[in-house]
């Protein structure tokens, strides 16, 4: 077992972990943070998206290890302290942008890695950048929705197909 | 996954030294392995991370080539190769998804050669250079079968050359599910000549198509290509896709990446 060492939505969080220990694992088994979903444990689906160093990744993806001594950001970290939702979750909450919810942790951060490098995404842009993360209820269009809506865009326009 | 131990150096000797161990394994990004090790398909005894060795990291341009660390990530690729060699960037950034890209490395795709990558293609039909801790290996030596290359146990790829060509374009037939290229065709046009490298589609992992390279060097369109076919025999065929269907394909999108060369 080795110590590993890293800062959680602005906290700092050590444990003993083995080498095969996921970030995955380590933010759910060790710091109870059990909003970061694990879907596949395959990669493919991203609901367990975290930001690692500001960079959007699969956490069953990545060792523990690896994010040692790392700037980690997971969806607990992305309400103010007293609840209050961000402007993407908000947005998710306004336009319905879940059904069962497993995913939406994963979407939330996809999202924000997306609008922290684009601000203004055209639909098809967010579309494309959402080909990691999949939605099991196939709720995409509102989940589109709420990311254009989360960018200040107008969404009046944007129908379900 | 079974256990292993884990070390991270910062420097091409320490993870040189760190590899001769028995049965440790070089990590890139961990895109491929870690999902590999989890089907106890691999267990190494020790995994040696390239990530921390800055002398590995970056993309620069350099008497008409372009060199990219072994372990950058294919997003620094699809962000910075692009005022160099925007076929290659472009490339690099319809790898997996973001934040597949965010974290796979372009040493490590070449390092594992999957037959569906598509850093091979690109290497090869680049006629790349691949550099390693030890010696330098031309593209068309280094390749060498589904999963096999020219590398040595614990021989690390350091840098990848890529020399820039007059045009180039990569065009990848997506299989939906993984993102993988289920045919995908690198077409570039140096002075000396036109190379087309094939990904996704033999048997054999990435291949030059000979014939489609003598017959562009006459023309370069794709009217050159019309009587051309390759042999499904030594295709991929799976329920993705059959030989026929993959052979098929390797002339569509032959023809796609000469017509985006302009």
Known sequence: MTQVTMTVNGRTASGEVEGRTLL?????????????????????CGACMVHVNGEAVKSCNMLAMEANGAEVATIEGQAAPDGTLNTIQQAFQDHHGLQCGFCTPGMVMSAAALLKDNPKPTEAEVRAHLEGNICRCTGYHNIVKAIMAASGQDVGAIAAE | MYNFDYEQPSTIADAVAALGAEDAQALGGGQTLIPTMKQRLA??????SLAAIPEMKGVCAEDGAVSIGGGTTHATVAAEA???????????????DPAVRNRGTCGGSLANNDPSACYPAA?????????????????????QGMFTTALDEGEIVTSVRFPIPEAANYQKFVQPASRFALVGVYVAKYADGVRVAVTGASEDGVFRWSEAEE???KNFSGD????????PANMIGDLHGSKEYRAHLVGVMTKR??????
């Open chain 1, 24 to 44: 995955s694992s380590f933010l759910r088994d060790h710091l109870s943070l059990t909003g970061t979903h694990v879907g596949c444990d395959t990669a493919q």
């Open chain 2, 215 to 217: 017959a562009l060097n």
């Open chain 2, 123 to 143: 290497a090869l039909g680049s006629g790349a250079t691949i550099v390693t801790n030890a010696r330098e290996i031309a593209a068309d030596d280094y390749f």
């Open chain 2, 224 to 231: 050159a290509l019309m009587d051309l076919s390759i042999n």
């Open chain 2, 43 to 48: 267990s190494p005894s020790k995994l040696v």
């Open chain 2, 257 to 262: 990446a000469v017509a985006a060369c302009g």
């Open chain 2, 82 to 96: 692009g005022a160099h060699y925007p076929a290659l960037a472009d490339l690099a950034s319809h790898i997996g």
